[in-house]
């Protein structure tokens, strides 16, 4: 009922930067959360990025805090994920993820979507 499309993935070097899009198709929520997730080869999946259904609240991992920005056009449906500063440890898989409920929260069992990923490396 809900799909969700990243784009933006590509290769960048260590301190470029790339912008990642999510577009939220089929039903959609008012009040959702959307975040960020990143999953390494042979690593657990891991909380990047989370924006609260108005866009007035964000929240970040403590491995991207400072460098990476979440916001979200609402007349689109789409999240954006802003990666500046990327280092090497930085590529993985990101997956775009919703949660139908307004509370931001950093555990990806509780986001009920989830887009098919879009790999981001950067080089050294």
């Known amino acids: 009922q809900v799909q969700l499309a990243e784009s933006g993935g590509g290769l960048v070097q260590a301190g470029g930067s790339l912008r990642l899009s999510c577009a939220a198709s089929?039903?959609?929520?008012?009040?959702?959360?959307m975040g960020w997730f990143r999953q390494a080869p042979g690593k657990e999946r891991e909380f990047v990025a989370a924006i609260s259904f108005n866009g007035g609240g964000t929240y970040y991992g403590d491995s991207v805090k400072g460098r990476f920005t979440i916001s979200r056009e609402f007349a689109k449906d789409t999240v954006y994920l802003q990666m500046n500063s990327l280092k090497p440890e930085d590529t993985a898989v990101y997956y775009c993820?919703?949660?139908?409920?307004?509370?931001?929260?950093?555990?990806?069992?509780?986001?009920?979507?989830w887009g098919q990923g879009t790999q981001v490396t950067v080089s050294s």
């Open positions: 993820a919703l949660d139908t409920k307004s509370t931001i929260t950093t555990n990806k069992s509780q986001y009920d979507y």
């Open positions: 089929g039903r959609t929520f008012s009040r959702m959360v």
